[in-house]
T-cell receptor, first 109, second 115 residues
Framework: GQNIDQPTEMTATEGAIVQINCTYQ??????LFWYQQHAGEAPTFLSY??LDGLEEKGRFSSFLSRSKGYSYLLLKELQMKDSASYLC??????????WGAGTKLIIKP | DTAVSQTPKYLVTQMGNDKSIKCEQN?????MYWYKQDSKKFLKIMFS???????INETVPNRFSPKSPDKAHLNLHINSLELGDSAVYFC??????????????FGSGTQLSVL
């Protein structure tokens, strides 16, 4: 079966760094997406990885290891507005997105 | 200007009723989607549709039907609503590609509560 695993909840301190992990098992692989979803709002695109390695975009970076079926989202210099759920999604061989349940990130002052 | 807009934001209704949720995108995208996000926050695709093909998730009951009057609109009609239909429904769109990187743009969601 197809499965995406990510922690349910994480807590971090304002100004710190946090890494949100995601492991995936899908039928085929056509890329790994990260989306941010604030409470009561729509998910918004953060990053896409299809090749191994680290993609950096400002305070946010995303890493992929295809051989390990593993990705992480790294958030630096955390701000209170980063409190949200972070959704990991893998695109399978049919180009369908398989979504994780999201990691709720709580930022404390 | 809102890229993907859906209405209503909240929908409270009785079991057995029929209801519709409307979605419009002004991005010129070829493909539109309906997703259901349940209480556990999993996003599950219900339909994807472009002007060529409707792809239905086989787990979706046939009480749910998408209706697309044109490329910019994909409405969701639900017959005989059940308690288990309570969830947040998201419309989304993307630019059609041969399975390449397709970033989704989501609407703000419709919270459906069936009493």
């Amino acid at each position: 079966g197809q499965n995406i695993d990510q922690p349910t909840e994480m807590t971090a301190t304002e100004g710190a760094i946090v890494q949100i992990n995601c492991t995936y098992q899908t039928s085929g692989f056509n890329g790994l997406f990260w989306y941010q979803q604030h409470a009561g709002e729509a998910p918004t695109f953060l990053s896409y990885n299809v090749l191994d390695g680290l993609e950096e975009k400002g305070r946010f970076s995303s890493f992929l290891s295809r051989s390990k079926g593993y990705s992480y989202l790294l958030l630096k210099e955390l701000q209170m507005k980063d409190s949200a759920s972070y959704l990991c999604a893998s695109m399978d061989s049919n180009y369908q997105l398989i979504w994780g349940a999201g990691t709720k990130l709580i930022i404390k002052p | 200007d809102t890229a993907v807009s859906q209405t209503p934001k909240y929908l409270v209704t009785q079991m057995g009723n029929d209801k519709s949720i409307k979605c419009e995108q002004n991005l010129g995208h070829d493909t539109m989607y309906w997703y259901k996000q349940d209480s556990k926050k999993f996003l599950k695709i219900m339909f994807s549709y472009n002007n060529k093909e409707l792809i239905i998730n086989e787990t979706v009951p046939n009480r749910f039907s998408p209706k697309s009057p044109d490329k910019a609109h994909l409405n969701l009609h639900i017959n005989s609503l059940e308690l288990g239909d309570s969830a947040v429904y998201f419309c989304a769109s993307s630019q059609e590609g041969q399975g390449s990187y397709e970033k989704l743009f989501f609407g703000s969601g419709t919270q459906l509560s069936v009493l």
